[in-house]
């Protein structure tokens, strides 16, 4: 059956981490096209990257993908967003239990909102269950080592940012 259809995979991605690469690759098995799309709120931003630089390392990852992966920013509602960008479904992943319930509050608002939009859960891959963008950015900063969690260049950026 041929792939059909637009996702949208909304969040920081500050940075993109494995276990977001591991749901993009996932969710093209199944939709045509991927859209990764970066929340902004420019007055509550306290983003390490640059909308720039995130967008940056995204397309990078995903430059092997035929143009079925795009990287975008957004502000506002996500939502109204992706009804601009042609998509049906919003992929999150789900780490552990305690993912749960913030992503239940969310899908169900969305909903709300807009019920045509569907939110779809995708476990992630058992290595990435314990890694965030907020614990990579930790570790790196404190010296710690983070290869195989995040690509190759998101990592070189990370050592970069942080001098190590
Ligand atoms: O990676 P994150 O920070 O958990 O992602 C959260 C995100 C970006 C999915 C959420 O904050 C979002 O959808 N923001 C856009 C604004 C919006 O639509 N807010 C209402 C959500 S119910």
């Known amino acids: 059956m041929a792939n059909s259809g637009v996702a949208i995979y909304p969040g920081s991605f500050d940075p993109i ?4 690469v591991d749901l993009v690759n996932r969710t093209l098995r199944v939709f045509e096209k991927v859209v ?23 397309e990078e990852v995903f430059a092997d ?6 990287a975008v920013s957004f502000q ?16 999150r992943g ?6 749960f319930e913030y992503e239940f ?8 909102l807009k019920p045509k939009l569907e939110t779809f859960f995708m476990m992630t891959g058992e290595s990435e ?3 965030s963008s907020r614990l990579v950015k930790e570790v790196v900063s404190l010296g710690g080592n ?8 998101v990592l070189k950026k990370l050592q970069d940012k942080f001098k190590v």
């Not at 981490?17 to 977001?20: D, R, Y």
């Not at 789900?94 to 993912?99: C, F, G, K, N, Q």
């Not at 509050?105 to 709300?112: I, K, S, V, Y």
């Not at 983070?146 to 260049?153: H, I, R, S």
């Open 65 to 70: 993908t035929s143009g079925r992966v795009s």
């Open 36 to 58: 990764v799309a970066i929340a902004t709120n420019p007055d509550k931003d306290r983003s390490l990257f640059s909308v720039e630089e995130r967008l940056q390392m995204i």
């Open 94 to 99: 789900l780490r552990a239990i305690s993912d």
């Open 76 to 91: 506002g509602l996500l939502v109204d967003y992706a009804e601009r960008q042609g998509a049906t479904v919003v992929i």
């Open 129 to 131: 269950f314990y890694t």
């Open 17 to 20: 981490t494995n276990g977001h």
């Open 105 to 112: 509050q969310m899908a169900m608002m969305n909903h709300r």
């Open 146 to 153: 983070v290869a195989g969690l995040v690509p190759d260049n």
